[in-house]
């Protein structure tokens, strides 16, 4: 399960969630995602800037959001997705089947982005 919070709605719960972010981070887009409730700990803040997403706290709960902006990013939450859960949905699966393979491997790199395509079934 995927819940998606915007920055408004995660100030209310955690107006100190800026004090969490490196100096060079910035969030770029109004939505924040959590995977499957993942949690804010040290593994998944790691796994999550390896990802290329910035980790913001809310509850204890790992929210994701992206640092970049001005194109599509989608690649890199499915990565993140699959990173913190192991799992890759059908939405994921059509995305990466109908996206410009050069471009999603642009975004997250080509080991990444094979790493998808292996999981999601689809071959090279």
């Not at 719960?13 to 959590?34: A, C, Q, V």
Request: glycine letters at 6%; aromatic letters at 12%.
């Amino acid at each position: 399960m995927t819940i998606t919070l915007t920055i408004e709605q995660i100030e209310k719960i955690n107006p100190f969630y800026l004090e969490s972010l490196k100096e060079d981070e910035e969030i770029m887009w109004n939505k924040l995602y959590n995977f499957d409730n993942a949690e804010y700990n040290d593994k998944n803040i790691k796994l999550v800037r390896k990802c290329g997403m910035i980790p913001v706290e809310v509850d204890g709960m790992l929210f994701v959001a992206l640092k970049g902006c001005g194109m599509d990013l989608t690649a890199q939450i499915i990565l993140t997705k699959y990173r913190l859960t192991g799992f890759i949905d059908s939405d994921d699966v059509y995305y990466l089947e109908r996206h410009d393979r050069n471009y999603i491997e642009y975004v997250i790199g080509e080991k990444s982005a094979g790493e998808l395509y292996k999981v999601a079934g689809i071959e090279n």
